[in-house]
């Protein structure tokens, strides 16, 4: 694809530059939503263009896997997109087991089930956080060649966070069963859901912290977005109410803020 050309039509659809930064705290969703409607329909064929070999290279990598009905296809959530795509590719029914399935307008017509629920939504809001903590300690995959995935150069930092994450998670599963071989592991879906939702609404303020140390991809090669977003700095400069805004985990905010010197900054928050 053209640069130069991609580049002159991004100014057209109404962005400043290439890098124009679309906030999520920002309350001009449509004039953004129009803005990327005419930018997508001025490179249509550019984009068609690029993704045929794509999309040949996804269906080779999928024949290599001898996917066959009712196979189990694993995610964390939340309505079923990839599968429903991967099916429709394919002509192959999955089986979908998620984390959570959220209740949409739009169902997508796909066999899938969540964990801690089908269509409660209790994790709704919840997305930064839930793909930080089950993200795999790589980069997401951007195509394929001879069959292998090639993967997103990730940033390090978030590397080594995610590794130490999972690496901490299998140290301790293997310690706790060497310590209790004769104990039954099983656990009632209801607790589990009971956890779940108080460490996402009430978290303690060490848990709190957790999201000030694990920077979480919004989709740019160079911004890495902090959980929390509690951001000292920013909050001195009397910018706490974005900081807030920005924030994807607002529970965990609020415990920080609250246990912090700007602890009385909280009521411009009501």
Same mark, same amino acid.
């Given at each position: 694809?053209d640069?130069?050309k991609v580049?002159?039509?991004?100014?057209?659809?109404g962005?400043e530059?290439d890098?124009?930064?679309?906030?999520?705290?920002?309350?001009?969703g449509?004039?953004i939503h129009?803005?990327?409607q005419?930018?997508?329909?001025?490179i249509?064929?550019?984009?068609?263009?690029?993704?045929?070999p794509?999309k040949q290279?996804?269906?080779?990598y999928?024949?290599?896997?001898n996917?066959?009905?009712?196979d189990?296809?694993?995610?964390?959530g939340y309505n079923g997109?990839i599968?429903y795509?991967?099916?429709l590719?394919t #002509? $192959?029914?999955?089986?979908?087991k998620?984390?959570?399935?959220?209740k949409? +307008?739009?169902? !997508? *017509?796909?066999k /899938?089930?969540?964990?801690?629920?089908s269509?409660e939504n209790?994790t709704y809001?919840?997305?930064g956080l839930?793909?930080t903590?089950f993200s795999?300690p790589h980069?997401?995959?951007i195509g394929?060649?001879?069959c292998?995935?090639?993967l997103f150069q990730?940033?390090?930092?978030?590397?080594t966070i995610?590794n130490?994450i999972?690496? #901490? $998670?299998?140290?301790?599963?293997v310690?706790?069963h060497?310590?209790?071989? +004769?104990?039954? !592991? *099983?656990?009632d /879906?209801e607790?589990i859901?009971?956890?779940?939702?108080r460490?996402?609404?009430?978290?303690?303020?060490e848990?709190?912290k957790?999201?000030?140390?694990?920077?979480?991809?919004?989709?740019?090669e160079e911004?890495l977005?902090?959980i929390?977003?509690?951001?000292?700095?920013?909050i001195k400069?009397g910018?706490?109410?974005?900081?807030?805004?920005r924030s994807?985990?607002?529970?965990?905010?609020?415990?920080?803020?609250? +246990?912090?010197?700007?602890?009385g900054l909280?009521k411009?928050l009501?």
């Amino acid at each position: 694809m053209d640069s130069q050309k991609v580049f002159s039509k991004i100014l057209k659809s109404g962005f400043e530059s290439d890098k124009d930064n679309i906030e999520p705290f920002k309350f001009n969703g449509q004039e953004i939503h129009e803005k990327i409607q005419s930018l997508l329909l001025s490179i249509e064929p550019e984009i068609y263009d690029n993704c045929l070999p794509k999309k040949q290279e996804l269906l080779n990598y999928i024949e290599s896997l001898n996917i066959k009905n009712n196979d189990v296809f694993c995610d964390i959530g939340y309505n079923g997109s990839i599968q429903y795509c991967v099916e429709l590719l394919t #002509g $192959i029914k999955l089986d979908g087991k998620y984390f959570e399935v959220y209740k949409r +307008n739009i169902q !997508l *017509d796909c066999k /899938k089930e969540g964990f801690i629920s089908s269509g409660e939504n209790l994790t709704y809001g919840y997305g930064g956080l839930l793909e930080t903590i089950f993200s795999a300690p790589h980069g997401g995959v951007i195509g394929y060649n001879s069959c292998e995935p090639l993967l997103f150069q990730d940033s390090d930092t978030r590397i080594t966070i995610l590794n130490k994450i999972h690496n #901490g $998670i299998i140290e301790f599963c293997v310690k706790w069963h060497r310590l209790n071989k +004769n104990v039954n !592991l *099983d656990m009632d /879906k209801e607790i589990i859901k009971t956890m779940v939702m108080r460490f996402l609404k009430e978290p303690s303020l060490e848990e709190a912290k957790y999201g000030l140390e694990i920077p979480f991809d919004n989709g740019s090669e160079e911004a890495l977005e902090n959980i929390t977003w509690f951001n000292e700095s920013r909050i001195k400069n009397g910018r706490i109410l974005e900081c807030y805004n920005r924030s994807y985990w607002k529970e965990a905010f609020m415990q920080i803020l609250n +246990n912090s010197q700007y602890a009385g900054l909280s009521k411009f928050l009501n």
